[in-house]
């Protein structure tokens, strides 16, 4: 039998719900959970001493079983006539103190502070169905009402599906009351009791609002979140940011309703908190491989990420994430990365804290009591060491961390939070700069250091950076472009003019200034905490060959296209993010690659001279146009794309007697690796030149 509302608006009819209750009979009817459910934030909130009001009590069982645990002082009323009979005549024997009025809960008729607790189990869902003038009206009759009848240090406890619009109202009036708001996820509440009366797909959350005496001239307000039944409160800063936790739950509760009814929903994933700071602890990205054919063994399976690996392509992107677990043959796969800042102690730990939360993310059809296994590399951790945290006027929040790669090697990393799994620079630390020995140091200065006095971890001396070493693949590829410009032999025996727009942790520039002897270099960065940060971390200086320029390399490179004396430069690179996520476009901005602009870096480059680009573009249309509108302006065009990543190297060039077969670009490339492999040079046997340039296709 379905009883639920066509339109939501005859919630707030009484119309509506005598004939919902005659059809009902006396069948109880459980808005939200019944109260094993519920008991234990009643019992939280509620004392058994209490005088309790329960406000559109309907024909529910929870007034009856909380009278039956012993809250007996508990007085219900409704709206509906039918009901309030209904329940009177159930309840006229065994429950003999309990009372049911007819009564408008807008319009109550008890004197003021007769009650310690008002109860509403689904009431002011149902009273407000929209946000209609009048709607809104009726709402603030019927909040006035219950912080009328309330004491002081009583609490109106409301439980409800925390739609938008109603938390929104909720919060916003008894906190402009000054009264204290908290909200409090009920944990069982998205469990199905039959097939025949299913669940809400959301969570149930009860409001927690404790009237506080007025304090006149005060504007304190108090917002909590408790994620869990016997958790901590978590302090917020406003009634925002409590919404949007809210808003968390609801998106992790739908998620988790339809990944259990399907699977192949795509790219999903989704964070999983501290349940006493609300930071970020885990990133989960479910992953559905619907080719791998079932049988009892490969339902489900977890995947830890060893810390500082979360950027890896296998890790990090969403066609690694897809490879691992195709080749992991389970059907689905939950890759788990483990956040900065957050403290673990072992596998055994990790898998003890996520076991129950994955398991609710579990595929539909995976049989009852099925182990689940946990996945990892060598059931391996990894380290991450962060080194130092700030703020960036222009880049905003970002880190410098040390982290042990797959080879037991260590790297330095900066990372702007606003892209968490983007390495915005990278370089290798020499041997002797090892975990243990950084462990040492710290311990020796922390005896050192006064009491009281906080500890700034001192920059890495300029030797503990491996120069010689290129981390990212993007920047060996642009070092190999330089082939492209006339014999390899003459190129270190030669004045080279370079500039590099985007500085970062200073690695392109500096290879390029220490392994071609005659190079002058120089870098244009916009952020003037980039070049503090090179400095300091990267083993970066300044020299009669290297200088840096702190400027916006739009208006930089305009400058000089536009002097009288314009300095070509031999080879002009960027390598510049964007700091606009829905781009699509994410290296460059758009505005490095309008025709006008290229029209400038062409102004400034030799004419034998290569401009080399990493783009890294998501936008199949938006990476057509860049290519267009760069094969308009420099009629040799070469592209590269990096292996594991969405980077692709550009090579462009103005007057080159002919394009080069790609077994002469290698020739050249080899030549120059030759050339540059010299005594005490720090070269890298692992960079190869030649590799860099095989797969470079003419566009």
Same mark, same amino acid.
Request: charged share 25%.
């Given at each position: 039998?379905?009883?639920?509302?066509?339109?939501?608006?005859?919630?707030?009819?009484?119309?509506?719900?005598e004939?919902?209750?005659?059809?009902?009979?006396?069948?109880?009817?459980?808005?939200?959970?019944?109260?094993?459910?519920?008991?234990?934030?009643?019992h939280?909130?509620?004392?058994?001493? =209490?005088?309790?009001?329960?406000?559109?009590?309907?024909?529910?069982?929870?007034?009856?079983?909380?009278?039956?645990?012993?809250?007996?002082?508990?007085?219900?009323?409704?709206?509906? =006539?039918?009901?309030?009979?209904q329940?009177?005549?159930?309840?006229?024997?065994?429950?003999?103190?309990?009372s049911?009025?007819k009564?408008?809960?807008?319009?109550? @008729?008890?004197?003021?502070?007769? #009650?310690?607790?008002?109860?509403?189990?689904?009431?002011?869902?149902?009273?407000?169905?929209?946000?209609?003038?009048?709607?809104?009206r009726?709402?603030?009759?019927?909040?006035?009402?219950?912080?009328r009848?309330?004491?002081? %240090?009583?609490?109106?406890?409301?439980i409800?599906?925390?739609?938008?619009?109603v938390?929104?109202?909720?919060?916003g !009036?008894f906190?402009?009351?000054?009264?204290?708001?908290?909200?409090?996820?009920?944990?069982?509440?998205q469990?199905?009791?039959?097939d025949?009366?299913?669940?809400?797909?959301?969570?149930?959350?009860?409001?927690?609002?404790?009237?506080?005496?007025?304090v006149p001239?005060?504007?304190?307000?108090?917002? @909590?979140?408790?994620?869990?039944?016997?958790?901590?409160?978590?302090?917020?800063?406003?009634?925002?940011?409590l919404? @949007?936790?809210?808003?968390?739950?609801?998106?992790y509760?739908?998620?988790?309703?339809?990944l259990?009814r399907?699977?192949?929903?795509?790219?999903?994933?989704?964070?999983?908190?501290?349940?006493?700071t609300?930071?970020?602890?885990?990133?989960l990205?479910?992953?559905?491989?619907?080719?791998?054919?079932?049988?009892?063994?490969?339902?489900?399976?977890?995947?830890?990420?060893?810390?500082?690996?979360?950027?890896?392509?296998?890790?990090?992107?969403?066609? %690694?994430?897809?490879q691992?677990?195709?080749?992991?043959?389970?059907?689905r796969?939950i890759t788990?990365?483990?956040?900065?800042?957050?403290?673990?102690?072992?596998?055994?730990?990790i898998?003890?804290?996520?076991?129950?939360?994955?398991?609710?993310?579990?595929?539909?059809?995976?049989?009852?009591?099925q182990?689940?296994?946990?996945?990892?590399v060598?059931?391996?951790?990894?380290?991450?060491t962060?080194? !130092?945290?700030?703020?960036?006027p222009l880049?905003?929040?970002?880190v410098i961390?040390?982290?042990?790669?797959d080879?037991?090697?260590? #790297?330095?990393?900066?990372?702007?939070?606003?892209s968490?799994?983007?390495?915005?620079?990278?370089?290798?630390?020499?041997?002797?700069?090892?975990?243990?020995?950084?462990?040492?140091?710290?311990?020796d200065?922390?005896?050192?250091?006064p009491?009281?006095?906080? =500890?700034?971890?001192?920059?890495?001396?300029?030797?503990?950076?491996?120069?010689?070493?290129?981390?990212?693949?993007? !920047?060996?590829?642009?070092?190999a472009?330089?082939?492209?410009?006339?014999?390899?032999?003459?190129?270190?025996e030669t004045?080279?003019?370079?500039l590099?727009?985007g500085l970062?942790?200073?690695?392109?520039?500096?290879?390029?200034?220490? !392994?071609?002897?005659?190079?002058?270099?120089?870098a244009?960065?916009?952020?003037?905490c980039?070049?503090?940060?090179a400095?300091?971390?990267?083993?970066?200086?300044?020299s009669?060959?290297?200088?840096?320029?702190?400027a916006?390399?739009?208006?930089?490179?305009?400058?000089?296209?536009?002097?009288?004396?314009?300095?070509?430069?031999?080879?002009?690179? #960027?390598d510049?993010?964007?700091?606009?996520?829905?781009?699509?476009?994410?290296?460059?901005?758009?505005?490095?690659?309008?025709?006008?602009?290229?029209?400038?870096?062409?102004?400034?480059?030799?004419?034998?001279?290569?401009?080399?680009?990493?783009?890294?573009?998501?936008?199949?249309?938006?990476?057509?146009?860049?290519?267009?509108?760069?094969?308009?302006?420099?009629?040799l065009?070469?592209?590269?794309?990096?292996?594991?990543e969405?980077? =692709?190297?550009?090579f462009?060039?103005?007057?080159?007697?002919?394009p080069?077969?790609?077994?002469e670009?290698?020739?050249?490339?080899?030549?120059l690796?030759?050339?540059l492999?010299?005594?005490?040079?720090?070269?890298?046997?692992?960079?190869?030149?030649?590799?860099?340039?095989?797969t470079?296709?003419?566009?």
């Amino acid at each position: 039998m379905n009883l639920l509302p066509k339109s939501s608006k005859e919630f707030g009819s009484v119309d509506y719900w005598e004939k919902f209750f005659q059809q009902r009979g006396k069948k109880a009817f459980e808005w939200y959970g019944t109260y094993l459910e519920l008991c234990e934030v009643l019992h939280k909130y509620i004392k058994p001493r =209490e005088k309790v009001l329960v406000i559109g009590c309907g024909n529910s069982e929870l007034s009856e079983q909380l009278y039956d645990v012993g809250y007996q002082d508990v007085v219900n009323i409704d709206i509906s =006539e039918v009901v309030i009979k209904q329940m009177k005549e159930r309840n006229a024997t065994r429950r003999p103190q309990m009372s049911f009025l007819k009564m408008d809960m807008t319009q109550m @008729e008890f004197p003021d502070a007769s #009650f310690q607790v008002v109860l509403d189990k689904g009431t002011l869902d149902a009273v407000l169905t929209d946000e209609e003038e009048k709607t809104l009206r009726q709402v603030d009759r019927m909040l006035a009402e219950v912080g009328r009848v309330l004491q002081v %240090g009583g609490r109106y406890l409301c439980i409800s599906l925390a739609q938008a619009h109603v938390l929104k109202k909720a919060v916003g !009036h008894f906190s402009r009351e000054g009264w204290m708001v908290r909200v409090h996820q009920v944990a069982s509440s998205q469990d199905q009791v039959s097939d025949t009366e299913p669940r809400f797909p959301l969570p149930v959350f009860a409001f927690i609002m404790t009237k506080f005496r007025p304090v006149p001239g005060s504007a304190l307000q108090i917002f @909590e979140l408790c994620a869990q039944e016997q958790g901590k409160p978590v302090r917020l800063e406003s009634a925002e940011r409590l919404a @949007e936790a809210v808003r968390e739950r609801q998106q992790y509760a739908w998620l988790r309703s339809q990944l259990h009814r399907k699977a192949g929903l795509g790219s999903v994933s989704l964070d999983l908190c501290n349940g006493d700071t609300g930071e970020p602890r885990y990133t989960l990205h479910v992953v559905d491989s619907p080719t791998v054919k079932p049988s009892r063994d490969n339902h489900f399976a977890i995947f830890i990420i060893p810390q500082g690996r979360e950027t890896e392509w296998l890790f990090g992107m969403e066609d %690694g994430r897809k490879q691992l677990a195709a080749s992991a043959g389970f059907r689905r796969l939950i890759t788990v990365a483990l956040h900065r800042g957050q403290q673990y102690e072992n596998m055994e730990s990790i898998q003890a804290e996520l076991s129950a939360r994955v398991m609710e993310l579990a595929p539909a059809g995976m049989p009852a009591q099925q182990q689940v296994p946990f996945l990892s590399v060598g059931g391996d951790l990894g380290e991450r060491t962060v080194r !130092h945290r700030d703020c960036s006027p222009l880049s905003g929040d970002y880190v410098i961390e040390d982290v042990q790669g797959d080879d037991r090697r260590y #790297f330095r990393r900066l990372v702007f939070l606003s892209s968490r799994n983007v390495v915005q620079s990278e370089a290798r630390l020499l041997t002797d700069v090892s975990h243990r020995a950084q462990k040492k140091r710290k311990k020796d200065r922390r005896k050192q250091r006064p009491a009281g006095t906080p =500890e700034e971890p001192p920059a890495v001396p300029e030797q503990a950076i491996d120069k010689g070493y290129l981390c990212c693949e993007h !920047h060996k590829a642009m070092v190999a472009g330089l082939a492209l410009l006339r014999s390899p032999e003459l190129l270190l025996e030669t004045p080279l003019a370079v500039l590099v727009v985007g500085l970062g942790g200073g690695s392109l520039p500096l290879f390029v200034h220490d !392994h071609f002897p005659k190079a002058h270099v120089e870098a244009v960065e916009i952020d003037p905490c980039m070049l503090e940060v090179a400095t300091r971390w990267f083993g970066f200086s300044q020299s009669d060959r290297m200088k840096v320029h702190i400027a916006d390399g739009l208006d930089y490179i305009a400058s000089l296209a536009e002097g009288e004396a314009r300095p070509p430069y031999d080879v002009i690179m #960027f390598d510049v993010d964007s700091k606009d996520p829905t781009l699509g476009m994410s290296c460059p901005p758009p505005a490095f690659v309008d025709q006008p602009f290229l029209q400038r870096v062409r102004r400034i480059l030799t004419p034998e001279g290569v401009f080399i680009l990493n783009l890294v573009c998501r936008d199949l249309g938006l990476k057509d146009a860049v290519l267009g509108g760069l094969k308009a302006v420099f009629p040799l065009l070469y592209m590269r794309r990096i292996e594991g990543e969405v980077n =692709e190297i550009l090579f462009c060039q103005l007057r080159p007697e002919q394009p080069l077969a790609t077994p002469e670009l290698l020739e050249k490339a080899r030549a120059l690796e030759q050339a540059l492999r010299k005594p005490g040079g720090g070269w890298d046997d692992t960079c190869v030149l030649s590799d860099m340039l095989q797969t470079v296709q003419l566009v």
